[in-house]
């Protein structure tokens, strides 16, 4: 399941360069409070997807004369598509019930001198909202959540500005020749990795065209039929040199479509950004200048910066601009990505960033404990993120960084990001894309 991009569950992530540091709190520190940003849970493909087209499209074959399948294949003579759309499966209601019981009990006593009720913001997507109240009930308690805090959902659609959902305000992030440059450079690697499946499988089934991207929708298959069902007959067709092929597709994807390899990624990142550094100072945003929402973070009833949890949830396409946005240059230390081979140490691991329920957590921290917060340190889905990318940030062993100077350098890094430019200019892609920090090269 390691091998399924953002299509597989989180798991704990044991390093990103920083071996020796742990998600605990280090000793002598003491937390003084959390921004959580997560990801929904797993979900259903979405509707008109790759997966459903197979699906259509074998059940149609079935049906005809002269379609026959064989040995490995044979299931597909009575397999059946059983998925959904769009919405949460009961494993992912259960991942993100779970990871609010989790964070209640690492995070929760934050809470015993907060006299307000919290606000936690999400979309208005049918499965962010019940991805934000699976995680509020795991946290505060089914009989008394619904009480216990606010639950903000902002509209997801396009044009309203929106820092959980921005690509609907940045247009060049849906065009083909930039927003989709990761499909047109993970088609490059499918063609490659997948070539020697098509030749195993093909004579294996008559009167349907076992195509490249037929084959990516298999091994897609597999991942959603898993977090639906709980087993998949697809999974045993490939190779494990085959699925370690198609977790660096979905790398490359993501690398070049929403990462550090798209000039619109850092740009996508940025409203996020600021509302972070709004929340770190306590200073209301005065500058409108990309996919924040003035009406809403102009209020301190839709926009609290009291707060000591702050949680929001989110898209994987959407957390891995954040983390561009932010800088963490330890996850794009081995790029660009070639497309013509995996290469051998890589930095750049979608399952390690923006998997099912991923969580980005930033842990405000005072070293040592007191009521005043002098440090901050990132954990992605438990591993210490190094901070080093960031000007003003030293190396630390573990990944802390005096808040002072991390504010500073988020606003060095806002003022970089040319969100007009990036997200509205005509421009092309540069040829080749040796982009590296998600904007279009100065």
Same mark, same amino acid.
């Given at each position: ?39 929904? @849970? ?49 494993? @992912? ?33 049918? =499965? ?68 020697? /499946? ?15 991207? =037929? ?63 709004? =929340? ?51 996850? /794009? ?20 960033? /923006? ?82 920090? @998600? =904007?279009?090269?100065?």
């Amino acid at each position: 399941m390691r091998h399924w991009g953002n299509l597989g569950p989180m798991y704990s992530v044991e390093s990103f360069g920083l071996p020796g540091a742990s998600p605990v709190i280090p000793e002598g520190c003491g937390i003084n409070a959390v921004h959580l940003l997560m990801r929904h @849970g797993a979900r259903y493909p979405t509707s008109g997807s790759g997966v459903s087209d197979f699906a259509s499209d074998i059940h149609a074959a079935a049906s005809d004369e002269g379609f026959s399948v064989t040995g490995d294949l044979e299931f597909l003579a009575t397999w059946t598509y059983k998925l959904g759309a769009e919405i949460l499966t009961p494993f @992912g209601r259960d991942s993100l019930f779970s990871n609010g019981v989790a964070f209640r009990y690492r995070y929760g006593e934050l809470l015993n001198a907060f006299t307000d009720l919290p606000v936690f913001r999400t979309t208005s997507e049918d =499965r962010m909202v019940d991805s934000a109240l699976n995680f509020a009930a795991g946290f505060f308690g089914l009989r008394t959540y619904e009480t216990d805090y606010h639950q903000e959902i902002i509209i997801e659609e396009n044009n309203f500005n929106n820092t959980l959902a921005p690509y609907d305000v940045c247009p060049n992030s849906n065009t083909a020749d930039i927003g989709n440059f990761g499909g047109t450079q993970g088609n490059k690697w499918a063609d490659i990795y997948l070539k020697d /499946a098509r030749k195993r499988l093909q004579p294996m089934i008559k009167g349907f065209n076992l195509t490249i991207s =037929r084959l990516v929708d298999m091994q897609e298959m597999c991942a959603y039929e898993t977090v639906a069902l709980g087993y998949s007959k697809f999974c045993d067709l490939f190779t494990e040199k085959e699925w370690e092929g198609y977790e660096y597709y979905v790398d490359l994807n993501f690398w070049y479509s929403d990462g550090p390899g798209n000039p619109a990624a850092a740009a996508q990142g940025l409203g996020y950004v600021q509302e972070l550094v709004s =929340r770190l100072t306590h200073t209301p945003i005065n500058v409108w200048n990309s996919s924040t929402n003035s009406t809403l973070d102009s209020s301190n009833i839709t926009f609290p910066l009291n707060q000591p949890i702050y949680v929001d949830a989110s898209h994987d396409t959407v957390i891995s601009s954040i983390v561009t946005a932010l800088n963490f240059t330890s996850l /794009a230390a081995t790029g660009p990505l070639p497309t013509d081979h995996i290469p051998h140490h890589r930095s750049y691991i979608v399952s390690q960033i /923006a998997p099912f329920s991923s969580q980005l957590v930033a842990q405000v921290l005072s070293c040592p404990a007191s009521e005043e917060p002098t440090h901050i340190r990132f954990l992605l889905n438990d591993g210490v993120v190094p901070l080093t990318g960031i000007h003003g940030c030293t190396e630390d062993s573990n990944g802390l960084c005096a808040l002072p100077s991390f504010i500073s350098g988020m606003h060095e890094r806002i003022g970089e990001i040319d969100y007009a430019h990036d997200c509205f200019a005509n421009y092309t892609m540069p040829n080749p894309d040796n982009i590296i920090d @998600g =904007r279009y090269p100065s």
